[in-house]
T-cell receptor
Framework: SQQGEEDPQALSIQEGENATMNCSYK?????LQWYRQNSGRGLVHLIL?????REKHSGRLRVTLDTSKKSSSLLITASRAADTASYFC???????????FGSGTRLLVRP | NAGVTQTPKFRVLKTGQSMTLLCAQD?????MYWYRQDPGMGLRLIHY???????AKGEVPDGYNVSRLKKQNFLLGLESAAPSQTSVYFC???????????FGPGTRLTVL
């Protein structure tokens, strides 16, 4: 079974609004990462948060991590139509060799 | 610096045929991976390698074999293709720090 599960599965918002997506995982982790996938393309790394961090920012992205709840959230502020994509969380789970991806959130930003 | 490349980009097979997907990276990464992605779903790990000459099973290894004879290449083989293997296959690589994984553009495989 997959390590990470995203919520919601799909999200539709208006340009300029904020988008929040959540990820839950099952095992202890060293870090959690978020990736973006444009339709038909490979995944692109967005941001990494380590298990001893609670919040991290990168441009319009804000990631939080709650290891007690085994959950993370990705906030995209002031969304743009170009943010339309699928977003995946990934964790190293109980391994230091591999990343396991969640099922993803499909974000649609309407102009 | 081409990053991660995959060959071929598209392929159509008949049930029972075999094929090999090639992944190449020029970043001197130790770790390499093969994932599959089915429509509307996330990535599932098929096999991975932590160095030249090593391979290990991921979440969904059945029906696939891999080889890592050279550090820069990771091959995924389908010995007898089945319709259930219709998917998009992504190769990825990273360093031992596992902090930034680079993905290839994907191979779209259809098995009839």
């Amino acid at each position: 079974s997959q390590q990470g599960e995203e919520d919601p599965q799909a999200l539709s918002i208006q340009e300029g609004e904020n988008a929040t997506m959540n990820c839950s995982y099952k095992t202890s982790i060293n870090n959690l990462q978020w990736y973006r996938q444009n339709s038909g393309r490979g995944l692109v790394h967005l941001i990494l948060i380590r298990s001893n961090e609670r919040e991290k920012h990168s441009g319009r992205l804000r990631v939080t991590l709650d290891t007690s709840k085994k959950s993370s959230s990705l906030l995209i502020t002031a969304s743009r139509a170009a943010d339309t994509a699928s977003y995946f969380c990934a964790t190293d789970g109980d391994s230091s060799y591999k990343l396991i991806f969640g099922s993803g959130t499909r974000l649609l930003v309407r102009p | 610096n081409a990053g991660v490349t995959q060959t071929p980009k598209f392929r159509v097979l008949k049930t029972g045929q075999s094929m090999t997907l090639l992944c190449a990276q020029d970043m001197n990464h130790e770790y390499m991976y093969w994932y599959r992605q089915d429509p509307g779903m996330g990535l599932r790990l098929i096999h991975y390698s932590v160095g030249e000459g090593t391979t290990a099973k991921g979440e969904v290894p059945d029906g696939y074999n891999v080889s890592r004879l050279k550090k820069q290449n990771f091959l995924l083989g389908l010995e007898s293709a089945a319709p259930s293997q219709t998917s998009v296959y992504f190769c990825a690589s990273t360093t031992q720090r596992l902090v930034d994984v680079y993905f290839g553009p994907g191979t779209r495989l259809t098995v009839l």
